[in-house]
């Protein structure tokens, strides 16, 4: 069993927790919060053991009647941190990291040299003993897995514009709440953030904040190598991992289709681990695929974490592990 410890309990770090707790080959030997919210009281009541990463906020803690152990100590009974906090802290906590000879996977807010960028269906391999893992952002996994996916194809050029949530739904102090805001910084980060993952080498990417909590949009421009029929595109898609194709003619119609859908499967917190893909977008004219994509940024990099793990251990091959995140999570 592979223990590991939490460092982080917000929207990425409760989510990987969860899907700690589901494979039969880990341990989740704690979390790591700084304060004792409302998120920490779940937790307990879930089972978990709590950790303080901050001393002098532990009799914040015991004052809540809750009890909680020192991050310093629990770090001494684990294989693996999964670090889930703040962007830039996770470059600080890898420090300690170091110094006591521990394994740690990043997320996609630190900067790349702080480990191997990760996506799994892209480039496990390059992350097998890696002592260090970045899970890239949910915007980079998704552009990595459908642009990975047509690598077969011969990729010339990508654009792609990205339509950005402003905020996840809990978060409230995050704007805008009735604008669109362009990234003037053109091409935005993404783009050399794909590169760190997928040897693609004329990308440009270009981004824009909208109003919406739900998920992020996506649309490509794809230059082939060579002309391609519609068809063959499609079943590639359907036949990639972690992707799924959606349908306006089926009535997803939008992100909130896609997000109500997750709740009609049943997914937790009403999760959706994959790209969502509008069939109905996808068009080839000349060399060039056109499609429409959306990622849940709440949930999508979330697989991307259990499968580091188990490259940084080399416990098992890319699709050995795979089908094993897949399976504990309920993606088809």
Not at 70 to 89: M, Q, R, S
Not at 100 to 117: M, Q
Request: glycine share 6%; net charge negative.
């Amino acid at each position: 069993m592979v223990r590991i410890l939490v460092n982080g309990y917000g929207t990425i770090g409760k989510r990987v927790a969860d899907a700690v707790s589901l494979q039969k080959d880990f341990e989740l030997i704690g979390i790591a919060k700084t304060k004792p919210d409302f998120e920490a009281k779940l937790a307990i009541e879930k089972g978990y053991s709590i950790f303080c990463s901050i001393d002098k906020n532990i009799d914040l803690f015991k004052k809540e009647g809750l009890d909680v152990g020192k991050l310093e100590e629990a770090l001494d009974d684990v294989d693996v941190v999964i670090d889930g906090t703040p962007d830039g802290i996770g470059a600080q906590n890898k420090i300690m990291y170091q110094k006591i000879k521990k394994k740690a996977i990043f997320e996609g807010g630190e900067e790349a040299d702080i480990g191997v960028s990760f996506v799994a269906q892209c480039n496990y391999d390059k992350a097998i003993n890696a002592p260090y893992i970045r899970c890239v952002s949910c915007n980079t996994t998704g552009l990595c897995r459908t642009l990975g996916a047509l690598q077969g194809f011969g990729i010339e050029k990508v654009s792609a514009t990205l339509i950005r949530r402003s905020a996840d739904p809990n978060d409230i102090k995050t704007g805008p709440i009735n604008a669109l805001v362009p990234d003037v910084e053109i091409p935005s980060h993404h783009a050399e953030d794909v590169q760190t993952v997928l040897p693609i080498s004329n990308i440009m990417t270009i981004a824009i904040k909208a109003p919406t909590t739900l998920m992020h949009v996506h649309s490509l421009t794809v230059e082939l190598n060579e002309k391609q029929n519609e068809d063959t595109i499609i079943d590639t898609f359907k036949n990639t991992t972690r992707i799924r194709l959606v349908n306006v003619k089926d009535g997803i119609k939008s992100t909130a289709h896609i997000m109500e859908s997750a709740r009609d499967m049943g997914r937790k917190r009403g999760d959706m681990y994959e790209i969502c893909i509008w069939q109905d977008s996808i068009k080839i004219k000349g060399n060039t695929l056109y499609y429409l994509q959306a990622i849940h940024q709440e949930s999508n990099v979330v697989p991307e974490n259990i499968d580091a793990v188990r490259a940084m251990l080399n416990l098992d091959s890319r699709d050995e592990s795979i089908k094993k995140t897949n399976k504990s999570l309920g993606i088809i």
